[in-house]
């Protein structure tokens, strides 16, 4: 019988090593196969798909990185359609730290808001089952389902008290960007949700059609954003930035990239962009090159940290994709993001119970504060 499994990853490990090498190091996986072919009841139930799809979710797994994933040709599609902003589950952006599912942020107007899941929330079980050592691919396999059927999860607050909550999952339609003029302070209000493929062009939109003429500032809404694509992020950061490196990225692969501003034709108004703990990753480096410029300040709370890039690496003849972690990403100055954060130039503390969005008005008291003597203030 065939040593599928086997054969491709000598294969795919021939990249780094020489075929003898890579045949020596293989070898005891080989042996497994045999084994499984040759001893297990069941084994005629088992095809070599399945075993070669466990052999590389193993190899990946065990790298301990809980962004690098295997992801089998169904689970790529359930993947790539979550990018397109539109899915059915409870619209929450997670991740794993200390080995437990943790929420990133809860997305605006979804049922994992509706619900009261806030940033910083650890999942314990989903369905009665502990999600402890579960990989983010698993946890966001079972956390999705049908619409209009319920999941129930036990987290645990950053206050440490614990509470089940049953969600009912729904279709997902994020919008990238949400925009409102601010009549009476003659302010620009533009949110952004996610940094995906239109979120540079569609913020561009935005911000030109306020009337510039009378704009006083602008407030660029980062909070709860997971962020998205790399070049989504530049470009929304060249919005703001003249000219110069808006991040920097390096990575055993390819060294050190510089990803510079592709322009700004827009004026150079007083910029408050409000962050929080749900401010992560592209939504990072955004905010990281503005406050690096000065061209703007933070509002807000200390931001998420996840400073690491991901990419698809390797696509496989059955359509199977390999997506590893291959570098992290710093501020124009060079500081470091992940783990660390960004700490706002106005820090806010969070008021649950405030009847008024303390953020944003603060983020409109510094920018009246900008404005010459007797101009509205």
Known sequence: MMRKAFALLVLLGVVSFGAGQTAALFQPLGQVYDAIRSYFLWA???TDDQLLQGAIKGMVGSLGDPYSVYFTPEEYAKWEQSLSGEYTGVGMEITIRKGWVTVVTPLPGTPAEAAGIRPGDVILEVDGESTEGWTLEQAS??????????????????DGKVEVLTI?????????????????EKVGYVRVLRLDADTGRLLAQALSSFPLGELRGIVL???????????AAVEVASLFIDRGVVVRTRGPSFGERLYHSRGNNLPNLPLAVLVNEGTASGAEIVAGAVQDYGVGVLVGRKTFGKGLIQEIVLRLPDGGVLKLTTG????????????????PDIEVERAEEAEEDLDLKAALEWIRAQLPVGVGR
């Open 141 to 158: 396999m079972r956390i999705r389902g049908p619409e209009g059927t319920p999941v129930t999860l036990k987290v645990r607050r950053p």
């Open 221 to 231: 809404d980062l909070r709860n954003s997971p962020g998205g694509y790399l070049s």
């Open 44 to 46: 005629d139930q088992v």
């Open 328 to 343: 992290e990403y710093l501020t124009p100055k060079g500081r470091k993001v992940h783990d660390v954060g960004l700490t």
């Open 168 to 184: 009912v999952r729904a279709r997902i339609r994020v919008e990238s960007v949400r925009a409102q003029y601010l009549e009476e």
